[in-house]
């Protein structure tokens, strides 16, 4: 069934999100962390070293499961409404696709409401995230450089407790890489 109310329905979305975080943290930071587990379910998304939108789901099957369906049977056996899962499917899908985007769309001014930015919109959006703090594509871009910080889905709150949060880069600011020829000249 649909949520019954508005409040019903913000709620629901709002421990959808928290779990389905929580629950990533730990499975994406354990699939890192564990040499089986990161060749066998999450290897295949990280060969894409520079993420873009069309590299968002580029993963092995048994990721997916592990990552993402293991929650929607989990919330779907506890009663969450068919409306949430659709909005929390769709909006999920959306912010992924950013998120891996490889740009900064916050500061992007709305057509015909210029007072309001993307921010603005994916934070009522993603309701925890005015309480929890957002994962950022910088972020999200150093967790695809550097693989060991930046495990959050959509919020940092757990990589700030258990150490493992990296700012990332400043948006525009670009890493200078020596050719290999100029490397191994210094040494």
Not at 48 to 70: R, W
Not at 103 to 108: A, D, L, N, Q, V
Not at 142 to 163: M, P, T, V
Request: negative net charge.
């Amino acid at each position: 069934p649909d949520s019954t109310s508005w409040v019903q329905f913000a709620v629901w979305t709002a421990i959808v999100g928290v779990y389905w975080d929580a629950h990533f943290y730990f499975a994406h930071r354990w699939a890192h962390e564990n040499k089986w587990a990161y060749t066998f379910f999450h290897k295949t998304h990280h060969l894409v070293k520079d993420p873009n939108c069309f590299g968002a789901y580029f993963v092995t099957y048994q990721s997916h499961i592990l990552l993402e369906q293991i929650v929607v049977f989990i919330m779907a056996m506890c009663g969450m409404p068919r409306d949430v899962f659709m909005f929390v499917m769709y909006y999920g899908t959306i912010a992924t696709y950013l998120e891996h985007s490889g740009y900064e769309f916050g500061h992007m001014k709305l057509p015909f409401v210029p007072y309001l930015k993307m921010d603005h919109v994916m934070m009522v959006l993603g309701l925890p995230t005015v309480f929890l703090s957002g994962v950022s594509v910088a972020e999200h871009d150093w967790h695809h450089e550097k693989f060991l910080q930046n495990y959050g889905l959509s919020f940092k709150y757990l990589d700030k407790i258990f150490g493992t949060y990296h700012p990332g880069r400043v948006p525009g600011e670009q890493q200078l890489i020596k050719p290999k020829s100029e490397v191994s000249k210094s040494e």
